[in-house]
Each structure stands twice: as C-alpha cells, then as structure tokens.
C-alpha cells in the first residue's frame, strides 16, 4: 500500500473533512469556497468555531491521517504528485488528495464520464450499459458516480466487458454510496477503482455530490449524459465540464420520458453533440474514423428475422406477438433464441427489448 | 325418579384436535343431591352453555331432565374439547344414566352433533373425521345430523344414522330401525362440485391469453407453482381459477381428505368434495391465517387448499412474515404446529399461484407510462424475492387480450386440455415411481440430474443461457423441471431444443436481472 501524499495536502485534505460539516452552510458557493487557502477557509466558514479549527489545525498529526487512510484500505495521491491525474489540474480547486481504493494507475488513462438519471427508464439503462460496455471495449475507461440508474448501467457495461472502470463516490472511497450498490462498489473496486476526495471516516453530505461531479467532469476527456431531468445532477457535471473547456455529448431521449427533458433541452440548445453510440463519441475525440468501435454484433439466423423486426416494430410481449401472428409455443422459443443470443433483452412485465 | 343408587353411562365421541378426530368418553353420573348439572374435562365456552342446551333439548323432546346431581366428564381430561359437537353425546348420556334410552344399547355406538333447545339436531361441521375415528375405535354405529349423513357414509365399515333430532336418536338406540340415507340432491347429500359440471369456470370461457393458457397447461402438467405478472385487471385471477379444471381429478382418497378438511372448517354443503380446491386469500392475512395456528389449532389457507390451489393475488403485499411462513409447507408438504406439549401435523400439497404487477405503478417497461425509478423496482423486486420465488418455476406475463380477441372463439376447453395434462402425468409418474416425486414439479435437484435427458442441441441451448449468465445454478434446475413437462406434455422421450427454449422463454426473471445493473 503506497502512501505518497504529502503532510501539506494531506494536512489540506483533512481541513476539508473536518469542516464537511460548515461547508454544508456553505452549498451554494462550495467551489468558490475550496478555491481558498487553508486559512482563509477556515476564516470564510469557521464560524463560532474559528479559534478552535486553527489550533486542531496547527497540531495536527498528519500521520494519524495516513493511518486512517490505511486501515480504510485506500491509497493517497497528493496533488504534488506525477502519479496525479493530469485532468484534475484544469479545475480550479482541484482535490488536494485522492483517496484512492483499487487501481490507481486507471486514473491516468483516457476517460469518458457517462452520467445521467438516477431514476432513468429502461431504455435508458440499456443505452448506458451498452455505452460502457463498447466505450470500454474500444479502450477508454468509464468513468462514472456509482448513483442508481444510469451511472451504475455504464460501470456494469464496462464490467461486462471484462473491462475496469472508475467510480468517483462524494463519500470516501471505501464507502459504498448509495449503500444498495454494495455489491458493484465490490465488483469495481476488485476490477477497477473507486476514487474519492474525501477522508476515510467523514460523513456524506450534500455538497459534496457537486464536488463529486466536478471530478468526474474533470477525470474524463468527454461527458457523455444519457438521461438527465430538468433539474439532474449530471446537468451540473455537463456545466462544469463545459466550464473546463471539455466536450459534452448526450444520447436524445424520448420526449415524453420526464427523466430525457433536461438531456434533450442540453441538446437542443447546443449544449451537447449528440451521442447516438459509442461510435460517436470515438469520432468526437480521436476525428471521424480514427478509431472504430468493436466489430458489430453478427446478424440473427434468417429464421428469426421477422421476429426479431416484430419486436423493433413494437411487438414487445408475447402476447403482442401472438397477435403479429406468431404461434405461442413456437414464438416462446423463438425469444429465448433470440434472448440467449443477445439480440433481445428481457425486462420486467414480459416486455423484450432490442438489445442496443 | 328418585334414587340414591348412583347411575352411570358411558358415549363415546370425538373431538376434532386440528384436522384429526380423538376419541372422547362422556361420562354422566347422576346421584342423589341438589339439583344440579357440571361438565368437566377442559371444554371450552361452548362445552359450558352445553348444559343449557342440554337440559332444554331434553325437556323439550318429551323426556325428563332428572332433578339431581349431575356430573358430566369429557375423558382423557387433558385434551382440550372446542365446539359445541359433545351435545347429543351429553343428552344421551344423561338419558341413558337416568334410564330412559337403554345404557347397553350405546356401547356399538359413536355419537356426534350439537342440539337445538328444542331438541333438534343441527349440523354441525367434522362429521367424516369423526366417522373415520369411529371407525378407527372399532364402533360400529355412528348417530350424526342428518345433514351430515351421506358425509359421514363416505367412511366404510360403519352403520350410519342419521337423525334431525334427539328423541329420533332415543329412538334408534331404543332399537328403531336406522333412517335411509338422505337422497342424493335436495341440497343434502349431493357430490358437490364435481369437475366439469356446468358451473365449474372453464378455459373454454378465456378468450385471447395464448401464451398464458400454453403456460397454465405447462404449470398443471408438471404440478410447478407460477406467477403472473401483469398489470391489474387483465385477467390474472380469471386465468389462475381454471387450473382446478384442468388439474387430474382427485383420486378417492385424496377427496375424502380433502372433504375431511373442508367439513372440519365447516366450508362444504355435503357429501364428497368432487373438484380440486382453490383458495384465494387476501394479502392482509396473517401467517397462522395462511399456514394454520391459533389455540386450538386450526388449519391455514395452505392446508384448505391441499390437493388443490392456493392463489396469491398483490403477491407483494402479503406481509413478509406470511410468506417465510410459507416455506415449510412448500417444502415438505405439510406444516407442524406445536402448542405446549403437542406438535399438530397438517398436511399442505398444494400449487402455489401468485399475481403480482410487474413494478409497483404496474405499467412496467412501458417507456414513457412506467415512472418507477431503479430503486422502486428494486424494493418491488426485493419484497417478492427469497425463498417463496425459489418454488416457482414459471413465470407467466397476462395482458389485456384485444377487441378482436375477445370477439374470437375460444381456443380450447378444459376437458381437452385435461386430457393432455392426464398423459403428461402419466409419462411422469412411470418414469418418477420409486423416486419419492409424483410429478416434475417436485424433483429435487437430484431427481432432475437423474430422470432429465436432453438431446444434445438442448443441452448447448442450456449451457449457453448459462455462461451468458441468463440463468443462475437454482434457476437451471427449474428450467430443466419445466422443459421436461414441455416434453412430457408433446410426448418427446428427451427433451428437445424447442422444449427447452420454450422453458427458458417461461423462467423467472430473478434468475438473471438483465436491466437492473449489480
């Protein structure tokens, strides 16, 4: 376990968790605020507590920290550090220290955020899973928050694929947040990393999600939102990644899907280059046709083409099918073929899907 | 009658302890003293107003309540005795102690039934489990309600009488000829419900649905549990009432249990239950409710649905604990219930249907209609997963039919679709004899190793669903149990690609959750 961070940042970092707490005060101007000195931070939102903060801060045992971040089973880059990723320097008040579980030499590669909402519908889901999976494929790393819906659906593609990816969670690293992603916090730690800002041992609060997003804004070459509603957090990822001169794309949604609003209102205001796959974002950062996604699926067997067109044309039910005229016990096979295939998806309610 | 000679007689009768008839003795002994009538034996609140019926039952039927000490005791004292079923044994009793039926004449008898003041004997429920204990104690004359006549007659070896009032039963046990059997009909003692008659609901009813009436024949073939899923209203609970009827029928002996059960939790008119039972419980009911409790015990909704159906409408509403309470008689077939000193076996073979919407706004995968967001789906899916999911092997999705569907004729009937079921069984019970199975639904893991053979394109198909991660360890062994009713069902030795296709096509969407990520 390395433990590279130096005293002066790590001495920073601690500040930051320590005052987690006034910074919450503190929400709205939370990047203005991080821009400060150490001392003028603690002055700017110290409060009552003024007195008290510099002393702790003046006798403060920095190895107590690197302790904490060790027994939590995260490694520390420090800003002072080559090993830091190039990205974060754009910002401007770039994370003193990551805390850092799993691979931390995936922090150098070349990155794409796939963000998007939380409560994203199906189509959504499948969108970003396939994304991830064929970003990853195609060599680019994953980067993404960990939240429900979309952001888990790109870190699951990129697993998929066999490949890492990178989680950036607003709490410490070791930390699954949201607690319910237990599970993938395991499968990206094993495979990829999780990365965080934040000491091990702080608490979770909300400014801290904007915090979040800034990193993976600055992590990635390109921000990619699949599905955002009009007031999403990953607009905020959007901004602060036009804010750092990198390019946005977003996946058009349904117009009558409330979760697609914001990402389409992104698109038609310019905002965003539109994203219909990974293709495009491959386009956007290397030139058109530098670099090509995987090879594409093969065909379905001939057998199963009507069916397969049935289904694109809407027929997504059994039952639905059977009205196109498919024989119940035939057709029933004829789905799973398709399904074990990997033409087709299954979700809740019997409903297939084209798999993207 | 004035005497100081103490006088004792002896009925016997039954107490129902669950579902199982136990010999009681009432003993009456009357002596001289102040009038008065005490029953012991740990009865209950109805076992104690007994005396008040009694004593008007007798005075009222044109005999003499004797105007002394009476002692009455329901033996063995530390069964506990529920319901007011002692009466007739009482009134014979205290008539046959005071010498007015003759005392020797109920030594061949059984005596059950609950009396009205006027001395009339009412129906009263259990009489074919107290006609088996009858039986079973060696007697050879059984005085029950008249209602329950053609009931208790179902138990052989047993001269039954059946009487609609007190002075009747003096009169048999004075030497009267028994009374005929009520007539079949006339709301007595009629075979109630017998598969196929007229009012029975039937698939020939079901219009539109092809691919659940597939499944539902699959399920009834094999004996596997299933779920619907779909939105309310589009026709889970129409499709889930026809299973009975395309169900074998029951064998005697099962319906003879199953009437048994029914008489005791006084659910029938009369006679032998003819059709498989179904029950539809409501998902606020609580785990005794579902799977039998209470002091005393009584059977659950599982075991009044044993040989038949227990349907689970709103699956996800039920509280979690019914459902973990579930999972004995799943899997063993019966569940025990233990109060103090006694454990209580009742038996629960039944299929178990469930209905659930597939999300909690119901409209699920519906792009722009579903507004459930991850975590929604997520807590829905959690409250119907563990171990009640891991029984059910189909999964079956029910949509609304259309215009044109509804107007169609109706595809098939019940009848030939129990004939089809009927072969299926019967392939399986040949080849399952021996194996402590009756059917597919009911093969343990490694019954499916041992008695499922795939051809070999089946068996890359099964591999594939596997390594592309559609199936979990669990799943593929309700796969294989399914696809080899399919082959049953089409007569198919081994089972082929199509059959298994067609299984994976129908498996639980637990196995392998494509859309939600880790």
Not at chain 1, 28 to 55: F, P, T, Y
Not at chain 2, 217 to 240: C, D, S, V
Not at chain 2, 326 to 343: F, H, K, S
Request: net charge positive.
């Amino acid at each position: 376990m390395s433990e590279r961070a130096c005293d002066t940042c790590l001495a920073r970092s601690w500040l930051v968790g320590r005052l987690a707490g006034h910074l919450e005060a503190a929400r709205g101007r939370v990047d203005q605020v991080l821009a400060l000195e150490d001392d003028a931070l603690i002055v700017a939102i110290g409060g009552r507590e003024k007195a008290r903060l510099e002393r702790e801060f003046e006798t403060l045992d920095v190895d107590e920290v690197r302790r904490r971040a060790g027994g939590a089973g995260v490694d520390t880059v420090c800003v002072c550090d080559p090993g830091y990723p190039s990205g974060l320097r754009a910002l401007p008040a770039p994370p003193a220290v990551l805390y850092v579980r799993g691979r931390a030499d995936l922090l150098l590669g070349e990155a794409v955020a796939i963000v998007g909402s939380r409560k994203a519908s199906m189509y959504g889901l499948d969108v970003a899973r396939s994304l991830g999976r064929e970003l990853a494929v195609a060599g680019l790393t994953v980067v993404s928050g960990m939240a429900h819906g979309i952001d888990s659906a790109a870190h699951a593609g990129a697993l998929d694929a066999g490949m890492p990816t990178v989680a950036v969670l607003p709490g410490p690293a070791n930390r699954p947040y949201p607690a319910g992603k237990r599970g993938l916090h395991r499968r990206i730690v094993a495979q990829g990393v999780a990365v965080s800002e934040i000491v091990p041992g702080t608490n979770v609060w909300r400014w801290m999600f904007p915090a979040r997003n800034r990193i993976i804004a600055a992590l990635a070459a390109m921000t990619v939102v699949v599905e955002a509603g009009e007031r999403s957090g990953s607009l905020v990822t959007a901004r602060l990644a036009h804010a750092i001169g990198r390019p946005v794309g977003a996946v058009p949604g349904r117009v009558t899907t409330p979760q697609a609003k914001g990402s389409n209102l992104l698109l038609a205001s310019g905002g965003a280059s539109v994203v219909l796959g990974a293709q495009d974002v491959l386009d956007h950062l290397f030139g058109a046709g530098e670099r090509t996604a995987g090879p594409a699926r093969p065909p379905a067997p001939a057998e199963l083409r009507p069916l397969l067109d049935a289904i694109a044309e809407g027929h997504e039910t059994a039952a639905a099918l059977a009205r196109a005229g498919f024989e119940p016990d035939r057709g029933l096979a004829a789905l799973a073929e398709l399904e074990l295939g990997g033409f087709v998806r299954r979700g809740a309610g019997g409903r297939f899907r084209i798999a993207p | 009658m004035r005497t100081l000679d103490a006088m004792l007689a002896r009925v016997a009768t039954f107490a129902i302890d669950g579902i199982d008839p136990r010999h009681v003795w009432v003993e009456v002994d009357i002596r001289g003293g102040l009038p008065a009538f005490t029953i012991v034996g740990l009865g209950d609140a109805a076992v104690r107003e007994s005396r008040d019926r009694v004593r008007s039952a007798i005075s009222n039927s044109g005999f003499d309540f004797p105007q002394t000490r009476i002692t009455a005791n329901l033996a063995p004292a530390f069964l506990r005795k529920v319901g007011p079923g002692f009466d007739a044994a009482l009134a014979l009793g205290v008539l046959a102690a005071s010498g007015q039926v003759p005392a020797d004449a109920l030594d061949a008898y059984a005596v059950f039934g609950e009396l009205s003041l006027s001395g009339d004997l009412r129906d009263s429920p259990g009489a074919l489990a107290v006609a088996e204990g009858a039986r079973r104690a060696g007697l050879e004359r059984l005085i029950v309600p008249r209602e329950r006549a053609r009931e208790a007659a179902l138990v052989g070896g047993l001269e039954i009488a059946g009487v609609s009032s007190l002075r009747a039963a003096a009169e048999v046990l004075a030497g009267g000829a028994l009374p005929p059997l009520p007539e079949v009909g006339a709301g007595l003692g009629g075979i109630s419900g017998v598969a196929g008659a007229t009012s029975e609901p039937d698939l020939a009813d079901v219009r539109g649905h092809a691919a659940p009436l597939l499944a539902l024949e699959i399920a009834a073939a094999g004996g596997h549990n299933l779920l619907f899923e779909g939105a309310p209203g589009t026709g889970k609970t129409m499709l889930a009432r026809r299973i009975p009827s395309i169900l074998p029928a029951m064998s005697r002996a099962e319906a003879i249990e199953v009437t048994r059960i029914h008489s005791i939790a006084g659910l029938h008119a009369a006679g032998l239950v003819g059709a498989r039972p179904f029950r539809a419980p409501h998902h606020t009911i609580s785990a005794a409710g579902l799977v039998g409790g209470g002091s005393p015990p009584r059977p659950g909704e599982a075991t009044l649905a044993h040989h038949g159906v227990l349907f689970l409408d709103e699956l996800a509403e039920f509280q979690r604990s019914s459902l973990d309470a579930l999972r004995q008689p799943l899997e063993d077939g019966c569940v025990t219930i233990v109060r103090g000193q006694r454990a209580l076996v009742f038996p629960t073979r039944f299929m178990l249907v469930g209905a659930t919407n597939p999300c909690p706004c119901g409209f699920a995968g519906v792009g722009d209609r579903c507004n459930c967001g991850e975590a929604d789906l997520r807590r829905h899916s959690r409250r119907l997963s563990g171990p009640l999911l891991d029984r059910m092997d189909l999964l079956i999705n029910v949509e609304r039919p259309t215009e044109p569907e509804l107007r169609a004729p109706a595809q098939t009937s019940s009848a030939r679709a129990r004939e089809r079921v009927a072969r299926a069984r019967e392939r399986q019970r040949f080849r399952l004899t021996g194996h402590g199975a009756r059917c597919n639904g009911e093969m343990d893991a490694r019954a499916v190793r041992r008695h499922v053979r795939l051809e070999d394109a089946a068996d890359s198909a099964l591999a594939q669903a596997y390594v592309v991660g559609a199936l979990s360890a669990r799943g593929r062994h309700r796969v294989l149990r399914v696809a080899q009713t399919i082959a049953d069902l089409s007569g198919h030795g081994r089972v082929t690609h199509a059959d298994l296709l067609t299984a994976l096509s129908l498996r639980q969407r637990g196995d392998a959750d494509t859309t939600l990520a880790a």
